[in-house]
Nanobody, 114 residues
Framework: VQLQASGGGLVQAGGSLRLSCAAH????????LSWYRQAPGKQRELVAA???????DYADSVKGRFTLSRDKGKNTVYLQMDSLKPEDTGVYFC?????????WGQGTLVTVSS
């Protein structure tokens, strides 16, 4: 299993960015694709998750600003991040959870300037 992430970059506060993550390989059809982030000096935290069954969940800090969509046919998720704040700055990681296995993609840096 490989996770291919793209997107990220530098944006001013109030701006938008879009991240994408594609899961490649063979894995059970029941799974969860998620985005996590890790700010400097802080623990990694869940940002948003989308199950293969169509359920989406968000961290309270991003509700109403971020939207996670999932393309089931491509096992790809897209994280649309609007109204970005400096506190959204961090390295964002894509994750695939399948039964008891967890796979991570490479991180992509998001920097929001004030």
């Amino acid at each position: 299993v490989q996770l291919q992430a793209s997107g990220g970059g530098l944006v001013q506060a109030g701006g938008s960015l879009r991240l994408s993550c594609a899961a490649h390989g063979t894995f059970f059809r029941i799974n969860t694709l998620s985005w996590y982030r890790q700010a400097p000096g802080k623990q990694r935290e869940l940002v948003a998750a989308a199950t293969s069954g169509g359920t989406t969940d968000y961290a309270d800090s991003v509700k109403g600003r971020f939207t996670l969509s999932r393309d089931k046919g491509k096992n790809t998720v897209y994280l649309q991040m609007d109204s970005l704040k400096p506190e959204d700055t961090g390295v964002y990681f894509c994750n695939l959870r399948v039964t008891r296995n967890s796979y991570w993609g490479q991180g992509t840096l998001v920097t929001v300037s004030s």
